[in-house]
């Protein structure tokens, strides 16, 4: 390794599970959710009913990613404002530095790499705006897929208790409301937004790829190894 | 009076999504006397028509033994115990002492042509024929200033406590001047609040009464709005449909006649004995939607053999109705037993946003872009190419002049 370099530490561990926990559970929720709008496959019509069970699984698929989806946006939400590795909402939080930042950092982007002044060591206000609006698209994919989930148990019963409806009804109905009106609507826009995380990621890991091939800081680490590497000053 | 009224107000206030299909054996003992109670008062009171129940069950060639299969039914519908049928069958007796004062205003009157043309009329039918249907606008006789004259008698005879149905919606537009009804050219919404003043409950009957409708779909000229967007104040319950099934109607009548009460709701107004079930739950087609055995296209394979209906537009995962358990005409048939799609007719804005007889997903609705309807993947995918060419266009500028940091290199 080149002695002017040292590494510096980007992502925990469990950061790294996370990242990767969600990337394949969006690919999952992204082929089975599609299915569930569309089917756009057929099966076999000499088997019975009974042993195909596709769309049943592929619902299951669904919800099962959703359940992890879950599950790692309460820890991330968490660790927002708590974990002791990086205080990640400090970066969002609109102070003069950070709004200073983030134009730099969108300028370094329009420029193609000419113009670089701010210090790409840690994570920059840019990429923690990015981020913070990936997990709100994340957690109103959440809020509106949950809706469409509890209106299927209009019993209110469920196998793990009748808490489970109940709890879910007083924390999505309103979205309902937001959304148009309808449960139709919830449903128009869990498909829309599903759209704009596509379009998210896509930004995502060109951006990712195009800061290790321009700043040759290889940033691209961080999401295997935790680290990148900079240039000591 | 004034318990009947915190109750009332006590239903209407509570909105949880819960179907309570059990409340308890002293809340059943309870009501079961109230209900005698009411229903002795009832038989004291003058009928306001001298129509015979049993005489027009007779006359229509139904049995002892069909009514009794028919006041089982009501009963398990109405989520009481089987020890209420007997109460049932009196209340069904009963029914010409409940005035009945039906409105119609801006729609095709397919709620009463539901009722009236059946080829037979069965219970719900004779039922609703016998309740002392004090004024309907499509059905009397009278017209001009004779019919008003009735309305303002019945108004008055039975102030405070005539049920109201109200079929068709309220256009709101040019000052409600889109629809006037009467001599005087009353508007539909004065007639409406001036009769909904008077009366003891409102029941909005059909899609158009309920949620607008199909009078209400975009662009809604006439400004058409349901009944529970004008009148204010009163009991009010929601029995959409297009047509509304009349055995909903009588269900809640019956509700109505049995306990002075109207049945318990959802956030929508919609009764929870009826309206508390998805379609697609007790869908006889459930199982190869499970299965992923769809109709392709009409007639195909899979439409010879019953399969799911989903991806020709089936809006039965999304419908709260109870269709797909009591089914119309006497239980005869329902649109998925036919062989064609639901299209969510229970729901509100039913016309734009279920009815269009294909997945949601290949739906060409407004995109949040506005302008030319499209599908909402055509315009994920539209969105996805946007990006796409921003960010080539983003590469190759920084493949041809871009400025890499070539510190670590030598």
């Known amino acids: ?233 | 009076m004034s318990d009947r009224i915190e109750g009332v107000k006590k239903l209407f206030t509570s909105k949880s999504a819960r179907v309570e299909t059990n409340k308890g054996e002293s809340y059943y003992l309870d009501l079961f006397e109230k209900c005698q109670t009411r229903l002795s008062e009832l038989r004291a009171s003058q009928p306001a028509n001298r129509l015979d129940f049993s005489g027009l069950l007779n006359d229509n060639g139904i049995d002892r033994r069909d009514f009794m299969k028919w006041v089982s039914a009501t009963t398990a519908m109405l989520m009481l115990p089987p020890m209420f049928s007997p109460l049932v069958a009196e209340a069904a007796e009963l029914m010409n002492r409940a005035p009945v004062i039906w409105l119609e205003l801006q729609d095709c009157a397919g709620n009463s042509e539901a009722l009236l043309r059946s080829d037979g009329p069965k219970i719900d039918e004779i039922v609703l024929d016998i309740i002392s249907l004090e004024y309907h606008e499509t059905l009397q006789a009278a017209s001009g200033f004779q019919a008003e004259k009735q309305l303002d008698e019945a108004i008055e005879t039975f102030k405070g406590k005539f049920l109201l149905f109200v079929e068709g919606s309220i256009p709101m537009g040019m000052n409600g001047q889109y629809g006037t009804i009467g001599a005087s050219g009353e508007t539909f919404h004065d007639h409406l609040m001036r009769v909904s003043k008077d009366a003891a409950a409102v029941i909005a009957v059909g899609a158009c009464a309920t949620f607008g409708g199909i009078p209400a779909a975009a662009p809604n000229p006439t400004g058409a709005v349901g009944v529970m967007d004008v009148v204010k104040g009163k009991p009010l319950v929601n029995i959409p449909a297009c047509p509304a099934n009349p055995v909903n109607m009588v269900g809640v009548v019956m509700h109505y006649v049995l306990t002075g009460q109207l049945p318990e709701l959802d956030s929508l107004l919609r009764p929870k004995f009826a309206f508390g079930y998805r379609i697609h739950d007790n869908c006889e087609r459930r199982a190869h939607f499970d299965a992923g055995e769809y109709v392709e296209e009409w007639g195909d394979e899979g439409a010879k053999n019953n399969f799911c209906l989903y991806k020709m537009g089936c809006k039965g995962p999304m419908t709260f109705n109870n269709c797909s358990i009591v089914r119309y005409n006497e239980a005869v048939n329902w649109p998925i037993g036919v062989g064609r799609g639901c299209i969510g007719c229970s729901e509100p804005d039913f016309w734009d946003k279920y009815a269009y007889e294909r997945p949601m997903a290949n739906a060409k609705i407004k995109a949040p872009t506005g302008g030319v309807e499209k599908t909402v993947d055509e315009f994920g995918l539209g969105l996805l190419t946007a990006a796409g060419i921003g960010i080539g266009i983003h590469a190759i500028a920084s493949a041809v002049g871009g400025k890499k940091d070539d510190g670590g290199e030598a």
């Not at chain 1, 569930?36 to 299951?60: C, E, L, S």
């Not at chain 1, 003069?96 to 000419?114: D, H, M, P, S, Y």
């Not at chain 1, 920059?124 to 509106?144: K, P």
Request: hydrophobic share 50%; with cysteine.
């Open chain 1, 1 to 233: 390794m080149n002695s002017e370099y040292k590494q510096v530490k980007r992502m925990t561990t469990t950061g790294r599970i996370i990242h990767w926990a969600n990337a394949i559970s969006m690919v999952v929720a992204i082929i089975t959710g599609l299915y569930i709008g569309h089917p756009y496959y057929q099966t076999f019509i000499a088997d019975g009913a009974v042993d195909k069970y596709v769309m049943a699984w592929n619902r299951w698929g669904h919800f099962i990613v959703a359940i992890i989806f879950d599950v790692t946006s309460v820890v991330i939400a968490y660790l927002f404002f708590f974990s002791r590795f990086e205080k990640a909402y400090k970066k969002v939080i609109p102070t003069g530095k950070n709004i200073a930042q983030f134009i730099e950092v969108i300028i370094n982007l329009a420029t193609l790499n000419r113009r670089k002044k701010f210090d790409s060591t840690h994570s920059d206000s840019f990429n923690s705006v990015y981020f913070l609006i990936f997990h709100l698209l994340l957690a109103w994919m959440l809020l509106t897929g949950l809706q469409l989930y509890v209106s299927g148990l209009e019993s209110g019963l469920s196998s793990i208790g009748k808490w489970w409806p109940w709890m879910l009804h007083i924390s999505t109905d309103w979205t309902r409301g937001v959304c148009g009106g309808t449960i139709m609507d919830v449903r128009i826009v869990h498909h829309y937004t599903m759209w704009y995380i596509i379009t998210w990621v896509v930004f995502h890991i060109y951006y990712q790829v195009w800061r290790t091939i321009f700043w040759k800081e290889a940033d691209i680490a961080i999401v295997f190894g935790g680290s990148k590497f900079v240039k000591e000053k």
